[in-house]
């Protein structure tokens, strides 16, 4: 039977940074799925491998400081997994008849131009989340045919298929974590997408011949304030940058440190307090 036990975490304050590194912690010790939630995330980890001692050191062993962490934990019984993933979570998600984003295990999803299989190991990234939705709208937006486009922090994969998949020729898909690694080369295939590029790392992963149209980078504040000087080294004039993954309050701050690399505000879009903003590279 493919037990679970799943562990609900409530992070205090509940930011995507402090999921991250709790996420990361929670793989070493078997955790397979993760979910975020309005307070914290859930994790999922096969019931066989359930062990509470090592959570609760995991959990006193958490190196951010200025957070607090509690939990409860609830067994689930292998046959209700799908429909627990289904029900609460993964549900099919139709952008108009532009695109429709569901897993294997649905059924009966409507039709649209786009249709992206998405089984994720991490619920990171399969098109739920108001930032998430805002980059595949900036997708669906632009003319990607015969271009190429780096996407940056990539999780399930998700924008890098959906990019090749509306007309991008060359696209490279770059995450930091081994697991989201794995997976978005899983789905990479699944969606036969399999000229798509994936890499482990950051942006010591960019190679010195890298040349964009397009860079997608849906992450966090901190890691795009450290980490736009090195998109634009691998973007030309003309270049088209998509960011989001932080809050309306932090768009001063990056269009300060975009402009300082010689990158123009666009325009920007927000749901939620999430907020996407683009830019283009000036011309030189």
């Keep these: ?30 955790f397979e799925s993760f979910v975020a939630e309005e307070e914290g995330m859930s994790a999922y980890i096969p019931h066989a491998l359930y062990n509470a001692e090592s959570i609760a050191g995991t959990v006193a062993s958490y190196p951010l400081p200025g957070f607090t962490i509690t ?29 429709v984003i569901h ?7 409507p039709k649209a131009k786009y249709d992206i299989l998405i089984d994720p190991k991490m619920a990171f990234g399969t098109g739920y ?46 995450d930091i974590d081994e697991f989201a690694f794995e997976n978005a080369k899983e789905n990479i295939v699944l969606n036969g997408t399999p000229d798509i590029e994936v890499r482990l790392g950051g942006t010591d992963a960019l190679k010195e011949s890298d040349c964009f149209d397009f ?19 691998c973007m030309h004039a003309g270049s088209v ?9 932090d768009i001063e701050a990056l269009a300060g440190e975009a402009a300082a690399h010689g990158l123009e505000f666009v325009n920007s879009a927000a749901t939620d307090n999430w907020a996407m903003v683009k830019f283009v590279k000036r011309t030189e």
């Excluded at 849906?218 to 080294?233: E, F, G, K, S, T």
Aim: charged share 20%; proline share 1%.
């Design 1 to 30: 039977m493919n037990d679970y036990t799943k562990v609900k975490f409530t992070v205090t304050p509940n930011e995507e940074a402090a999921t991250d590194v709790l996420a990361a912690l929670l793989a070493e010790i078997g």
């Design 71 to 99: 939990y409860n934990s609830e067994f689930i019984e292998g046959e209700d997994w799908n429909a627990e993933w289904e029900k609460n979570y993964f549900q099919p998600i139709v952008l108009g008849d532009d695109c």
């Design 103 to 109: 897993s294997t295990f649905h059924t009966n999803v």
């Design 129 to 174: 989340h108001q930032t998430t939705c805002h980059m595949l709208r900036a997708i669906l937006a632009s003319d990607m045919k015969g271009k190429s486009v780096l996407d940056m922090g990539c999780g399930t994969a998700l924008l890098a298929i959906l990019a090749r998949k509306h007309g991008a020729e060359r696209v490279v898909a770059i």
């Design 215 to 233: 860079v997608i980078a849906n992450i966090n504040r901190n890691i795009l304030l450290a980490d736009i000087r090195n998109y634009v080294r």
């Design 241 to 249: 940058l998509f960011i989001s993954g932080f809050y309306t309050e």
